[in-house]
């Protein structure tokens, strides 16, 4: 073969080698540079959320986000322990660390998001300072909603607890001036009993349901070291990878931030850049 055809045989074997490497190359990061978020459905003004997010992530970071959507919070974290999803983005720490102590401590927050302040309702007052001796407060009845309610009525000047505690429920209640009735009740009755009684502690999305206005609350959970374990997480396993740290990046934008406040309003703070003193 003449020298002239060794050249273009070679030019040639170069060009289909260096077309395997960038289409199989490519393929291979396209392949790592995906990750799959479990989310819960049903909740578009989340989904309208994380789709800004999963752009941001995929302009700046070259990261594909995939979402699996969850009807029952018993899954997601299953899922993410199984290998089956790779992070997800649907609970707060108290939840995360009830979950770890009862299957074995191996997943982690890499990142927080929103906190979704729960609120003191009232038919019969405007104030905290109004309730009279005697007068019933509806709180719910799981022990993380429960302790959570049970702060908000101390931070409200109506109670004090034992100090220390990790969750709270009636029987840590130390003073009670008002003499005031707990009644305990599903989170997701709190709203329909507030007709009944003198105050309701009352979880966003359930006020939200029952028509109740974020400014009609006449107390609001402070954000302070108490309520910090109320802030939603993303979470990973323990053994994770650089990468999750993008889509972590791509959530804890102004973007973002400006997003939460529009789709909620003052009932969800960005909560990655806030102090809980």
Do not use: C
């Not at 720490?93 to 009232?122: C, H, M, Q, V, W």
């Not at 840590?172 to 709190?190: G, Y």
């Amino acid at each position: 073969m003449s020298k002239k055809g060794w050249l273009i045989s070679g030019i040639a074997v170069v060009a289909v080698v260096a077309l395997a490497y960038v289409s199989f190359g490519h393929h291979g990061t396209s392949s790592n540079k995906t990750v799959t978020v479990g989310i819960m459905s049903a909740n578009k003004d989340d989904d309208d959320i994380w789709k800004s997010v999963a752009q941001t992530a995929k302009d700046k970071y070259g990261v594909t986000i995939k979402f699996k959507q969850f009807s029952d919070y018993s899954q997601p974290n299953k899922a993410l322990q199984n290998g089956d999803i790779d992070l997800n983005s649907f609970q707060h720490y108290a939840f995360l660390d009830a979950y770890n102590k009862k299957n074995g401590n191996e997943l982690t927050s890499i990142g927080e998001t929103a906190i979704s302040p729960i609120r003191l309702y009232s038919n019969s007052y405007k104030n905290v300072s109004d309730f009279k001796d005697g007068n019933t407060i509806v709180v719910p009845n799981d022990p993380s909603n429960e302790s959570r309610a049970l702060y908000l009525l101390k931070y409200a000047g109506l109670i004090e607890l034992k100090s220390g505690l990790t969750l709270a429920t009636t029987k840590d209640i130390t003073s009670n001036p008002k003499n005031l009735k707990i009644k305990e009740v599903s989170a997701d009755q709190t709203a329909r009993n507030l007709p009944d009684v003198q105050g309701a502690v009352i979880n966003g999305n359930y006020a939200q349901s029952a028509g109740l206005k974020y400014q009609d609350a006449i107390f609001v959970e402070p954000l302070n070291k108490d309520s910090h374990q109320w802030v939603n997480i993303i979470v990973a396993q323990k053994k994770n990878k650089k990468i999750y740290q993008d889509v972590v990046k791509a959530y804890q934008t102004n973007k973002t931030k400006q997003l939460i406040k529009e789709k909620y309003g003052e009932s969800e703070i960005a909560a990655w850049d806030k102090q809980f003193n």
